[in-house]
């Protein structure tokens, strides 16, 4: 049994309707016993099709008209087929009711399949704007599964199996309680459902996907090491599944976690609307300033991550100092519920700051690349050593990268070295933005055009999903051990990287040594 009807057998329909005739005009007989004798009728005529044209009748009679499909479509899903598993409400649904009922602030997050509170007319393309909450992967993801073209309802034969569990925000709700068993209680409920699911079991966990919608630290606790985030990625019963995520640690093997972009505030439905938004992205004079940085400053410096925490002031302050580079204090106009006003500095700039924050990752990198402007980082961990599907492996291509430690402690001079860079690398960067790398990390509106060419975040997902091999343990062990995800981009602007100590409490601790090499330690 398969939805869409795109896998139903291709039989012809006139076999089945000449069958039909017989049934009809007992139908029209009315009699019980007109009934028997045409319901034999019937069997006779089907039996006499079968052995005069035996390929009209092939395959499965009275196919439906919806699932007579073209050979295309069957072409099209070779290989691509997706199982969604029909867990209960209590993995997904009620985790968004408790919310609503409880958190009225949080519930308007899931609006329009998770794409939040419209924004229409606040900026060109007038209807693809949205209040879109950082962390809605979960529900997005899902929602655009849903509509995927080439599901099937057969746990036997899909290639890819994705369970739709909204973990990262049932994480959220119990991140800041003390209670260990809490942030575990729903993951465990999980494993143990997926345990008892026949394909899980045949597959061992292979060609499973969950979609994480936070970052990868709040779901690795290792029990005895830190208080922080559920242990999801640390079930052994989920080894071989591949999860995505907001931000990944780069020490673990990319075919079982891999970071995905954050979701921004544009999502186009059609290549019409995605190109208008290209258009005006390309053709923005960008005379208001030459950099940018919209980011909340860290006061508090006595928890989380104090060496970044001191990069952002120090950036914050060369900012101010400037002449050429624009503040927005995200903490006084509230950044994420007002995301044009955010592109609208960005589209007046040429380059935009990205410091880290609580982690090296942050969304500000993708509102920045989706406004066509150029990132300037700090440490290879905020994009280079993260999201190996949607951006280009050469970092430089699109980016401009600096020391941290020269700039916290060294007093580098961020914006004089960026008024240095010539203006034919710059309109580099820009083209490489605007045409490779804004399509591929915007998410589509679920409601997007089916003729929509461009792929968008999920599609290259997909992509990387279904093209890869899904090899064993065994394979990757003795593969060859050389992390090609790990390199950092040899032109850099600084090729020694040293990543300060992240020494907030309780989080995790970020050691990156020496070039060409990076080294994470959770600690
Ligand atoms: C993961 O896959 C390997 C090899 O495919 C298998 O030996 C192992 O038992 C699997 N792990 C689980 C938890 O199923
Ligand atoms: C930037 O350029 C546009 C058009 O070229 C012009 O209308 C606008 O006033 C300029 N803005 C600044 C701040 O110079
Ligand atoms: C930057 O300047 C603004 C306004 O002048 C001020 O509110 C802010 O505290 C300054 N930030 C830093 C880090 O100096
Ligand atoms: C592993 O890959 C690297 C770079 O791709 C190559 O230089 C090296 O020779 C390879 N080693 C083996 C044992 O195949
Ligand atoms: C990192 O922390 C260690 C020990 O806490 C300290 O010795 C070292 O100097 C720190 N490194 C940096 C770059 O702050």
């Given at each position: 049994?398969?939805?869409?009807?795109?896998?139903?057998?291709?039989?012809?329909?006139?076999?089945?309707?000449?069958?039909?005739?017989?049934?009809?005009?007992?139908?029209?007989?009315?009699?019980?016993?007109?009934?028997?004798?045409?319901?034999?009728?019937?069997?006779?005529?089907?039996?006499?099709?079968?052995?005069?044209?035996?390929?009209?009748?092939?395959?499965?009679?009275?196919?439906?008209?919806?699932?007579?499909?073209?050979?295309?479509?069957?072409?099209?899903?070779?290989?691509?087929?997706?199982?969604?598993?029909?867990?209960?409400?209590?993995?997904?649904?009620?985790?968004?009711?408790?919310?609503?009922?409880?958190?009225?602030?949080?519930?308007?997050?899931?609006?329009?399949?998770?794409?939040?509170?419209?924004?229409?007319?606040?900026?060109?393309?007038?209807?693809?704007?949205?209040?879109?909450?950082?962390?809605?992967?979960?529900?997005?993801?899902?929602?655009?599964?849903?509509?995927?073209?080439?599901?099937?309802?057969?746990?036997?034969?899909?290639?890819?199996?994705?369970?739709?569990?909204?973990?990262?925000?049932?994480?959220?709700?119990?991140?800041?309680?003390?209670?260990?068993?809490?942030?575990?209680?729903?993951?465990?409920?999980?494993?143990?459902?997926?345990?008892?699911?026949?394909?899980?079991?045949?597959?061992?966990?292979?060609?499973?996907?969950?979609?994480?919608?936070?970052?990868?630290?709040?779901?690795?606790?290792?029990?005895?090491?830190?208080?922080?985030?559920?242990?999801?990625?640390?079930?052994?019963?989920?080894?071989?599944?591949?999860?995505?995520?907001?931000?990944?640690?780069?020490?673990?093997?990319?075919?079982?976690?891999?970071?995905?972009?954050?979701?921004?505030?544009?999502?186009?439905?059609?290549?019409?609307?995605?190109?208008?938004?290209?258009?005006?992205?390309?053709?923005?004079?960008?005379?208001?300033?030459?950099?940018?940085l919209?980011a909340t400053p860290r006061?508090?410096k006595?928890?989380g991550s104090v060496m970044y925490y001191f990069l952002r002031d120090t950036l914050f302050d060369q900012c101010?100092?400037?002449?050429?580079?624009?503040?927005?204090?995200?903490?006084?106009?509230?950044?994420?519920?007002?995301?044009?006003?955010?592109?609208?500095?960005?589209?007046?700039?040429?380059?935009?700051l990205q410091p880290p924050g609580d982690s090296p990752?942050r969304?500000?990198?993708?509102?920045?690349?989706?406004?066509?402007?150029?990132?300037v980082f700090f440490t290879?961990l905020s994009?280079?050593?993260?999201?190996?599907?949607?951006?280009?492996?050469?970092?430089?291509?699109?980016?401009?990268l600096f020391d941290e430690v020269e700039v916290r402690d060294n007093g580098f001079?961020v914006?004089?070295?960026?008024?240095?860079?010539?203006?034919?690398?710059?309109?580099?960067?820009?083209?490489?933005?605007?045409?490779?790398?804004?399509?591929?990390?915007?998410?589509?509106?679920?409601?997007?055009?089916?003729?929509?060419?461009?792929?968008?975040?999920?599609?290259?997902?997909?992509?990387?999903?279904?093209?890869?091999?899904?090899?064993?343990?065994?394979?990757?062990?003795?593969?060859?051990?050389?992390?090609?995800?790990?390199?950092?981009?040899?032109?850099?602007?600084?090729?020694?990287?040293t990543v300060g100590n992240n020494s907030g409490?309780?989080?995790?601790?970020v050691?990156?040594?020496?070039?060409?090499?990076?080294?994470?330690?959770?600690?």
């Amino acid at each position: 049994m398969y939805s869409e009807g795109i896998f139903g057998a291709p039989s012809p329909k006139s076999g089945p309707k000449v069958v039909w005739r017989w049934v009809l005009l007992c139908m029209v007989l009315g009699t019980t016993g007109a009934l028997v004798i045409c319901g034999f009728l019937a069997g006779l005529g089907n039996y006499v099709m079968r052995q005069q044209n035996p390929s009209l009748m092939m395959e499965a009679e009275f196919v439906p008209e919806a699932q007579v499909i073209d050979s295309q479509k069957i072409r099209l899903c070779q290989g691509k087929r997706i199982y969604i598993y029909d867990l209960p409400r209590q993995f997904n649904l009620d985790i968004l009711d408790g919310y609503c009922e409880n958190e009225p602030v949080i519930c308007p997050r899931f609006m329009n399949s998770g794409l939040g509170f419209e924004l229409h007319h606040v900026m060109d393309p007038i209807e693809t704007w949205y209040r879109t909450d950082q962390f809605s992967m979960d529900i997005l993801f899902h929602e655009r599964i849903r509509k995927y073209p080439c599901l099937t309802e057969d746990p036997d034969s899909a290639d890819l199996y994705y369970a739709p569990y909204y973990v990262g925000w049932d994480v959220l709700e119990y991140l800041w309680r003390p209670e260990i068993q809490l942030r575990d209680k729903m993951m465990q409920r999980f494993i143990g459902w997926m345990m008892a699911q026949p394909s899980f079991n045949r597959l061992q966990g292979h060609k499973h996907l969950l979609v994480l919608g936070r970052i990868v630290w709040d779901f690795d606790r290792k029990e005895e090491t830190s208080r922080w985030g559920n242990s999801l990625l640390s079930a052994p019963e989920l080894e071989n599944v591949t999860a995505v995520m907001l931000e990944r640690n780069p020490s673990i093997n990319p075919e079982k976690e891999m970071a995905v972009p954050y979701p921004t505030a544009f999502h186009p439905r059609s290549d019409w609307e995605l190109m208008l938004w290209k258009k005006k992205v390309a053709t923005s004079p960008r005379n208001g300033s030459l950099v940018s940085l919209a980011a909340t400053p860290r006061r508090d410096k006595t928890k989380g991550s104090v060496m970044y925490y001191f990069l952002r002031d120090t950036l914050f302050d060369q900012c101010n100092k400037s002449e050429v580079c624009t503040v927005l204090m995200c903490d006084q106009i509230n950044c994420e519920s007002n995301p044009h006003l955010v592109t609208s500095l960005l589209l007046q700039s040429t380059f935009c700051l990205q410091p880290p924050g609580d982690s090296p990752t942050r969304k500000g990198v993708f509102d920045c690349l989706v406004a066509g402007t150029i990132p300037v980082f700090f440490t290879p961990l905020s994009a280079h050593q993260q999201y190996l599907w949607h951006l280009p492996p050469n970092g430089n291509s699109y980016s401009v990268l600096f020391d941290e430690v020269e700039v916290r402690d060294n007093g580098f001079d961020v914006i004089a070295a960026l008024k240095e860079i010539p203006a034919s690398r710059i309109e580099r960067m820009q083209r490489t933005i605007v045409e490779d790398i804004l399509p591929a990390v915007v998410y589509d509106h679920p409601d997007r055009d089916p003729e929509k060419k461009s792929r968008d975040a999920i599609d290259r997902i997909l992509d990387h999903l279904f093209s890869r091999d899904h090899q064993t343990r065994e394979d990757k062990d003795s593969a060859n051990k050389s992390n090609r995800y790990m390199e950092i981009p040899e032109t850099a602007v600084y090729p020694m990287i040293t990543v300060g100590n992240n020494s907030g409490l309780g989080r995790h601790h970020v050691i990156v040594q020496a070039a060409h090499q990076a080294v994470i330690i959770v600690l």
